[in-house]
């Protein structure tokens, strides 16, 4: 029983993808794991209940799994490189995550349980280790991934030092001499290769800092960085507004730093709480080194260098990843020792354990019926159909998601009831900074007659974006409507000026209308 709940939440947390749903690729695999936790704690219950604990699954099997799920995503990665096809962001290898980020970090985590599997007495899983080392390894180079590269190339040194284990001092300082060099290299060939890219990821490190020095105690809060980061961007921007930086500035939702993230949301203190956490990991693998415990280390290790470039723990099989690696790191006789202490109180563990299961588990379903029916009610709207009446239903189920608002205002917005819009936009507002809900709520002010308004919803958009069209356009047609022509001028050259970060068919159809504004005026 327990092989299979680890399978399925395994499986469920790096493969499940359900088109019925809004957002198909993600939220699924969470709704997979809460279901796997809550059946693990109802079984755990029933078996504290009776004092008789057999929750029992051995590494070995843990690595096969482990191991076979990363092989099966890598090679689903390597399939879409070698068809080409991009998805809408651009990206050939994604697997059956949403991003590169998230393929690459999923085959960094595993990448070790594989490696594990290589130095196994039976032949057959050797060769099994080999074949999915070797998979995951060309997924992971092969997906261009800059955060899995470093981690890559930082796992596979720390391999070479365990396996040859320089006892010379000298040795030593050459090898981590060497590391960085190699670093340090990789960082910046990747930098040069993808230049733009990386210059948008320093911004919003400059950014997260500025973030971090107002709140440096106790941070903003668990929602910081989607709540309040683009405001400063869009104050730094607007300050810098000729700077190249402002070309490469895009919409974010992540500072591309989990330490650098967790320290603008829960301040020092978190940090401190973090260190904590670290020191004892390393204290668990101290206390007692075993090759298992070298394994889980080394996934940890993995997740710790990949989230200093990306956001790995946003997917919910990085967490299934920590919760093994730190249940491997605490050993036999620790976890032994743990439920020794638990038997004291079986009874109040059961019933814990069976209010918070069923909780998650009735949690779970809820979620599920509510995404299915916004999931119907916006393909509808997208067809055309008028839909306000499930949308306003659903409002009492998901009325604290953002991303719900935000669809629910637009739908408001193309049925022309402008006021309730503007009223579901600004309630977005409490959870969200962004562009795009900048936009809508300027062009709901134009919409009301609100120039003022407009223009200070559509500059706040072009301060956080100053690379995106739409929002001069807009302006360029209020000042139209207020009589300012020389303004309006000056706008519609800038726009023509103006170099499109992406080219696409709507920039084009902005610069025609800009060119026929002109040619009349």
Known sequence: MWIILYTFATFGSIFLSLGSFVEPKILPKWLALGIAIGWVGLFLSIQWMRKDIKAKISIRQCSIILALAGAVEAVTGLVQFVKGYPDVMGNVMTGTL?????????L?????????????????????????????????????????????????????????????RWRKTLCIALLALLGATMLSWGYIQKQDSADGRLLIW????????????????????????????????????DSKEAYVADNVKHLFCEPLEMAVRYGLLGCLLLMVVIYTILCLYFMQKTREKTMALSSLFA???????????????????????????????????????????????????????LGLLLAVVYRYRAETRWAKAYTHAVAGKDMLSEYESLY??????????????????????????????????????DYDLELLLGLNNIELGEYVQAEQHLMQAHNMCPSRFEPLYQLVQIKQ????????????????????????????????????????N
């Not at 060769?127 to 190339?153: D, E, N, Y």
Request: with cysteine.
């Open 303 to 357: 997740l710790a260098v990949f989230s200093l470039f990306s956001y790995p723990t946003t997917y919910p099989f990085t967490w299934l990843m920590i919760a093994t690696d730190i249940v491997i790191l605490l050993g036999e006789e620790k976890r032994k020792a743990l439920e020794q202490r638990c038997k004291n109180y079986h009874h109040i563990v059961a019933l814990t354990l069976t209010i918070i299961s």
């Open 98 to 106: 949403d991003n590169v980020a998230g393929y690459a970090s999923c």
């Open 396 to 433: 009492t189920l998901k009325g604290c998601d953002p991303y719900f608002l935000y669809n629910y205002a637009v739908e408001l917005h193309l049925r022309g009831q402008y006021q309730r819009s503007m009223a579901i936009a600004q309630e977005c507002t409490n959870y969200w900074a």
């Open 108 to 168: 960094c985590l595993i990448l070790p349980f594989a490696v594990h599997l290589c130095f196994q007495t039976k032949k057959g899983l050797r060769l099994f280790g080999k074949i999915a080392v070797v998979v995951m390894t060309l997924g992971v180079l092969l997906s261009c991934s800059r955060a899995g590269w470093v981690t890559l190339l930082i796992l596979t040194f720390l391999y070479l030092i365990i396996a040859y284990r320089p006892k010379n």
């Open 481 to 520: 409507k207020q009589g300012l022509q020389q303004e309006a001028r000056r706008l519609a050259i800038h726009i023509l000026r103006m170099k499109p970060k992406v080219p696409s068919t709507d920039v084009e159809e902005i610069k025609n209308e800009i060119r026929i504004i002109l040619n009349n």
């Open 206 to 241: 400059k950014n997260g800092i500025e973030m971090f020095k107002d709140a440096p105690l106790f941070g903003h809060g668990p929602n910081a960085v989607a709540q309040k980061y683009m405001r400063y961007q869009a104050t730094y921007l607007q300050q810098h507004a």
